[in-house]
């Protein structure tokens, strides 16, 4: 994952923008990986882990009712997250993940592995994706971090 995050390094360096994360389900691993470059915080603003409802709400200003109608692994909450990055950072990019890693968690129609991703430009509408990934905790979270990661490039035009 160490070669993900120096291209997406590059590439915020190169165009000049900042990053800020909001994490769920990875914990803060993407923020990791990024700041283990040297020189991260040229393009590296901040990360938010988020890992309960509560905190979601409280510091990305995710509304109760999204939480209640679709829960927090669905687009709709990763959208409010990545739109809620935007609002509490002066970051101009933002990403933002939710899922169920297991090995519980999972709810009908929501298996272990459901992952929700969103990425999102300052004055632009969020992409938002829902990915299923295989395996144990340790591997749907490893996965989710590099899918982030490539989404990230991709945004960035560098994928």
Sequence with gaps: MAGLAYQVGEALLKQGRMLAVAESCTGGWVAKCLTDIAGSSQWFECGFVTYSNHSKQEML?????????????????VREMATGVLQHSPADLALAISGIAGPGGD??????????????????????????FSGDREAVRRQSVAHAMEGLLNVLGAG
């Design 61 to 77: 200003g995710v509304p109760a009712a999204s939480l209640e109608a679709d829960g927090a692994v669905s687009e709709a909450c």
């Design 107 to 132: 709810v009908p129609g929501k298996p272990v592995g459901t992952v929700c991703f969103a990425w999102a430009t300052r004055g632009g509408a969020p992409r938002v994706e829902t990915r299923h």
